[in-house]
């Protein structure tokens, strides 16, 4: 067995021998308890008016540290998330990704190393709440609140801790909701219920979606939504400092203070939301969903809230559902609609269980995707023409942005069935919800931004990209279908993406740029790839064949032979994914060579992949 094996096999036996704490996280499914006030954590009372890292700040800053070091955390779900030693030098800034950040939380897993440690996070909580509190000013009657959750993650209780410590620190009042979904944290700062401490004026969300285990991070949200790039930027600028001055200083010197960290189940309230809305869409019916059979499968992510506490209340039955159990192994399958092995599960359980629908989600609830009665998915593109078809009853002639991957049969589906507008625009969830606020700033009117990926976000709710608030628009259609006599059953669903046209080939190929390749001639990966698309594009230009399309946000789009292909840079990466669409394979690979015949000579990309593609008829 290798050492990596075996690490592994010990952080999955700590993980499994936390029964305790494992309880702790499911028990809002069914219990909703009341406001409770337990002190947990250091902080330091008052000290709001930061404006930029001053010495004096960082004194607080320095302060808190003292206390929080020599605590021993007893949440034993928390494999070491902290295993490197204390002091061990960050670089933040390779903590960013887009509009979140992202590390390594757990040790084990070779040639990994972690790289988000708990002084780390005490670090970026606290830059965070200097960031806050440059934007928003305390009142006399309150100081301003920061809410955390998290998802099911074995690092998530040790993080908890530690950016409860960061917040605390700086004088902000921490309210922790637990095992919760990235949407409910945004949702909290809209709510408006004292009782919940809310709403709150900052939230972060402890998750790291669909990737592995060792693996975490944190999603940052104001009431004016997630934070951008530059925010991130911003906040691990800061997060710099305030460690090297930690690291300068060291621990000692630092004075004890005390201070209250707040818990409330705050799934609780944004859960009765979620049935609430359902109710009103099935003209205020007690159990709309009574008789439909509903499987979900939570992928043991933090999802599985939706089965108990949303289903169930509506009437719906729910046996048959999977993986609702947090576990942060996630031993069954990826919590990810993009993952083909776990939608394999959601269909087959749907299929086994003769149920009505499935729905499935990622491991912190921003996506989902569902499965008809015959198992039929709906997801992708078929989710989107699923929602569009939803909301263009509602609101006719609407714009739908999506993502730069969605088919060419979307575009006649939202256009010439639907008849709405489809605005094809960049990869990035943050770029697509963006784009669909720009446009009704700008007078074109939208009310639905929806990414392949699953992440889908309505007007009408706040923006945001909520994954069961998706599901909860598939169940009005069931509920007030079933209500008005006008439908049963899925049915009603299939029917309205009939006529969709989708590909019989299908496929993305990763062509990854060797950034340490002579012919890079020192540049960056991303100039490379921007040449590359260059010189594809006046490739393109000679072939009567081929068509640009003409109006394109990203990369290089082209249709021919009766299908397209779309060659772009990744976001973050450096990988020029390639998506092919067409009708038959012979189409696909006709495509897929144009592409390769403009690529070729540029020899630090791997090209592997398409050769292969390409060989295949
Ligand atoms: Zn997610």
Not at 150 to 156: E, Q, T
Not at 241 to 260: L, P, Q
Not at 288 to 294: A, D, N, Q, R, V
Not at 560 to 586: K, M, Q, T
Request: proline fraction near 3%; charge should be negative; glycine fraction near 8%.
């Amino acid at each position: 067995m290798s050492a990596t094996t075996l690490k592994t096999l010990q952080n999955v036996f700590m993980a499994q021998s936390c029964p305790r704490n494992r309880h702790l996280d499911t028990q809002y499914r069914r219990d909703r308890c009341a406001p409770d006030m337990c002190n947990l954590l250091p902080t330091q009372v008052g000290k709001c008016a930061w404006t930029s890292i001053s010495s004096m700040q960082l004194h607080h800053l320095a302060k808190y540290k003292s206390c929080t070091w020599n605590r021993k955390t007893v949440y034993c779900n928390a494999v070491s998330a902290t295993s490197t030693t204390p002091m061990e030098k960050v670089d933040f800034r390779k903590l960013q990704n887009g509009s979140d950040i992202r590390g390594v939380a757990v040790a084990g897993v070779e040639g990994e190393p972690v790289n988000l440690t708990n002084l780390g996070t005490e670090a970026i909580a606290a830059a965070f709440a200097m960031w806050l509190l440059d934007r928003k000013k305390p009142d006399a009657s309150r100081r301003l609140r920061v809410s955390i959750g998290h998802d099911s993650r074995i690092s998530a209780q040790a993080l908890q801790d530690a950016v409860s410590r960061g917040i605390a620190s700086a004088g902000l009042d921490v309210i922790q909701y637990g095992l919760a979904s990235t949407p409910a944290m945004f949702n909290s700062t809209l709510t408006v219920n004292e009782e919940f401490f809310c709403p709150v004026d900052g939230s972060i969300m402890i998750t790291a979606s669909h990737l592995p285990y060792n693996r975490n991070g944190f999603k940052f949200f104001t009431n004016g939504g997630g934070l951008g790039k530059a925010d991130i930027k911003d906040i691990l600028e800061r997060a710099t400092s305030i460690y090297d001055k930690i690291y300068v200083e060291g621990f000692e010197n630092r004075e004890k203070t005390d201070s209250a960290v707040k818990k409330v189940d705050y799934m609780s309230v944004y859960t009765s939301d979620l049935v609430k809305a359902v109710r009103r869409a099935a003209q205020d019916i007690e159990k709309p969903l009574e008789g439909f059979h509903i499987v979900v499968d939570a992928g043991n992510g933090a999802g599985g809230f939706f089965a108990a506490t949303v289903l169930e209340p509506l009437g719906a039955i729910t046996t048959g559902s999977q993986f609702l159990e947090p576990d942060g192994m996630f031993p069954n399958h990826i919590p990810n609609p993009e993952d083909k092995a776990a939608m394999k599960a959601i269909t087959q359980a749907v299929l086994d269980n003769k149920a009505d629908l499935g729905i499935i989600f990622d491991t912190d609830v921003d996506r989902s995707a569902a499965v008809d009665s015959t198992g039929s998915e709906f997801n992708r593109n078929r989710l989107i023409a699923l929602m569009s078809a939803i909301v263009l009853e509602e609101h006719p002639g609407t714009t739908i942005v999506t993502d730069s991957v969605t088919s060419d049969g979307l575009t006649t589906f939202i256009e010439k069935k639907l008849g709405g507008k489809h605005h094809r625009f960049k990869r990035g969830y943050k770029n697509v919800i963006d784009e669909a606020i720009r446009l009704n700033s700008v007078g074109e009117e939208s009310h639905l931004a929806i990414e392949t990926s699953g992440h889908g976000a309505l007007k009408e709710n706040h923006w945001l990209d909520d994954g069961a608030y998706t599901m909860v628009k598939l169940l009005n259609k069931l509920a007030s279908a079933r209500a008005s006599g006008t439908g049963v059953g899925s049915e009603v669903l299939t029917h309205l993406v009939e006529g969709l046209d989708e590909p019989a080939v299908a496929v993305e190929l990763r062509l990854k740029i060797d950034q340490n390749h002579v012919d890079l001639k020192g540049g960056s990966f991303r100039d490379y790839g921007e040449a590359v698309l260059q010189h594809l594009e006046s490739k393109i230009d000679g072939d009567p064949k081929l068509q640009k399309a003409p109006v394109n946000y990203e990369g290089v789009r082209v249709s021919g032979f009766g299908g397209w292909f779309l060659l772009r840079l990744s976001l973050h990466d450096p990988v020029l994914p390639l998506n092919i669409e067409a009708a038959n394979s012979e189409d696909a690979v006709k495509l897929g060579l144009a592409v390769l015949g403009a690529v070729k000579e540029f020899s630090a990309l791997d090209t592997s992949g398409l050769d292969k593609f390409v060989q295949r008829l």
